[in-house]
C-alpha cells in the first residue's frame, strides 16, 4: 500500500466499538471458531451523488450539490457487519488499481475486516458503480468484468469455495444460479442468512430458492417476496416462505418489518423509524447485518427487527453504501437522544428500543441503563470513516 495516502480514516471497525462493548460476549464459549460471520461476493468502488433534484434528463447535464466514494458491492455488507463488532472475514477479489487498493485498505485497516481469503487479481480492474439519489430513491449504474476463478474452485474444503468454520455466513442468492458452498458450511455448523437480488429475468420461479434447504434465514424486501410467492401481501407472503426456511423477514420499507419464525410460530412486526433519508444505499445490507448481529446475540424477534430497522435508518442519513453504517457510539447517541426527548413519539420508541439499555456499556465496562449517555460522548472511539468526494487526497510532502 502506498503508505503517502490518507484516504482512510482512523480505524472505525473495533475501535468504533464503545470499550467493553461485544455484542456476542454473553454467547461466546471456548472452542467457538475465531470468525463470527463470513462472506462473498463481488466489491465495486462506489462513487455516489446525492442532492439531485430529479432523475437525470437525457441530453441535459445535471448537477449533483453532493457527492461521496466508498466501497460497495459485498463491502457494504462486511463493513456493518465489523461496525456492529462483529469478527468478518471478506472472500473478494480486488484489482490491482488504485481503486483496488483503496477498497483493500479501506476495509482491511479501516474496519478491521479479515482478508485473509480474499485476492489481488494483476491486470483486473475493480468494478465501478456510479449511484444516484433523489427523491428518496436511487438509480445506478454499474461496469465491470467477471474475475478469473480462484485458484481452487469449490471442492468441499477450500476457501472461498468452502468457508472455515463460522458462527455465520451471509449469502446473496443469485436468481437461476446454485451456491454450492453453503451447504458445505452449513455442514460445518454455520447459520446462514441470505437474501437476494432482484430477478431480471421476470420468471421468479420459487425453485431458484433452492438454496433455503441451507439456510436459517431469509431477508427479501416485500416486492420480491410477492414476487417469489404468488401473493398479494408481503405478510402472506412471510407466512408462505416461513415453509421454505426456518425465519422468513420481509422488509416494508417506510412500514417497517415483518418476520415469522417457523419453529416456534411466532411472528414479530416493528414500525420503521421516520428519518430524511439523503443516501439509501446499502440500507438493506446495514438492515441484514443489523439482524444478524441480534440472531447470534440470542435477542427476541422483535428487538432483532428493530436493532435492524434502526441501523438501516441511521445509515440512510449518511452517503455512500459501506461507509454510511453505523457503529455502536451512534447507536448510543442516537438511543442518548431518545432517552433525553420529552415527546409521545419519544416515549413510544423508548418502548420499542429499552432493550438497548441491556446492551450499551456502562462506564465501568458492564452493561446497564446509564451506558447509553456515556458511550456516546465523544471522547473515546475515532470518528467512523465517511464517503468522500475524491480517493486522491495526499498528505503533504
Wanted: charged letters at 20%; glycine letters at 12%.
Amino acid at each position: 500500500m502506498n503508505s503517502g495516502r490518507r484516504d482512510v480514516q482512523p480505524p472505525a471497525g473495533p475501535a468504533a466499538v464503545p470499550p467493553g462493548l461485544d455484542p456476542l460476549a454473553a454467547v461466546r464459549r471456548d472452542g467457538d471458531p475465531p470468525t463470527d460471520v463470513y462472506l462473498t461476493g463481488t466489491v465495486f468502488l462506489d462513487i455516489i451523488f446525492t442532492g439531485l433534484d430529479s432523475a437525470p434528463v437525457r441530453g441535459t447535464e445535471s448537477w449533483a450539490r453532493g457527492m461521496g466514494s466508498s466501497p460497495g458491492g459485498v463491502a457494504n455488507m462486511a463493513t456493518a457487519l465489523a461496525r456492529l463488532g462483529l469478527r468478518t472475514s471478506l472472500a473478494a477479489a480486488f484489482g490491482d488499481d488504485m481503486y483496488g487498493e483503496y477498497c483493500w485498505e479501506a476495509l482491511e485497516q479501516g474496519e478491521g475486516i479479515d482478508l485473509a481469503l480474499s485476492r489481488k487479481i494483476p491486470g483486473w480492474h475493480s468494478p465501478v458503480t456510479v449511484s444516484m439519489a433523489y427523491e428518496g430513491e436511487r438509480t445506478m449504474v454499474s461496469h465491470g468484468h467477471e474475475a478469473p476463478p480462484p485458484e481452487h474452485a469449490f471442492d468441499g474444503g477450500h476457501a472461498p469455495g468452502c468457508p472455515p468454520p463460522t458462527r455465520a455466513c451471509v449469502a446473496a442468492l443469485v436468481p437461476g444460479r446454485r451456491e454450492g458452498w453453503l451447504g458445505c458450511a452449513a455442514g460445518r455448523g454455520s447459520r446462514i442468512f441470505a437474501d437476494v437480488g432482484w430477478d431480471d429475468t421476470g420468471r421468479w420461479d420459487p425453485t431458484d430458492l433452492a438454496d433455503l434447504e441451507h439456510c436459517e434465514a431469509f431477508l427479501p424486501n416485500a416486492e420480491e417476496a410477492m414476487r417469489y410467492t404468488r401473493t398479494d401481501c408481503p405478510r402472506a407472503a412471510a407466512r408462505k416462505l416461513a415453509d421454505l426456511v426456518p425465519l422468513a423477514v420481509v422488509t416494508l420499507g417506510a412500514e417497517g418489518a415483518y418476520a415469522v419464525d417457523a419453529r416456534t410460530g411466532e411472528s414479530a412486526e416493528v414500525p420503521a423509524i421516520a428519518v430524511e433519508a439523503l443516501d439509501p444505499t446499502g440500507a438493506g445490507d446495514v438492515f441484514v447485518a443489523g439482524f444478524v448481529t441480534g440472531t447470534l446475540a440470542d435477542w427476541p424477534l422483535a428487538d432483532r427487527l428493530s436493532f435492524a430497522g434502526l441501523s438501516a435508518a441511521l445509515s440512510v442519513q449518511e452517503f455512500g453504501g459501506s461507509l454510511s453504517a453505523p457503529g455502536w457510539t451512534e447507536i448510543a447517541a442516537w438511543w442518548s437522544r431518545v432517552r433525553a426527548c420529552d415527546t409521545g413519539a419519544a416515549a413510544g420508541l423508548r418502548r420499542q428500543y429499552g432493550f438497548l439499555d441491556a446492551v450499551l456499556p456502562a462506564p465501568d465496562g458492564t452493561a446497564g441503563p446509564s451506558g447509553a449517555a456515556d458511550a456516546a460522548r465523544p471522547a473515546g472511539p475515532a470518528p467512523l470513516a465517511r464517503a468522500v468526494p475524491t480517493i486522491g487526497f495526499r498528505r503533504p510532502a
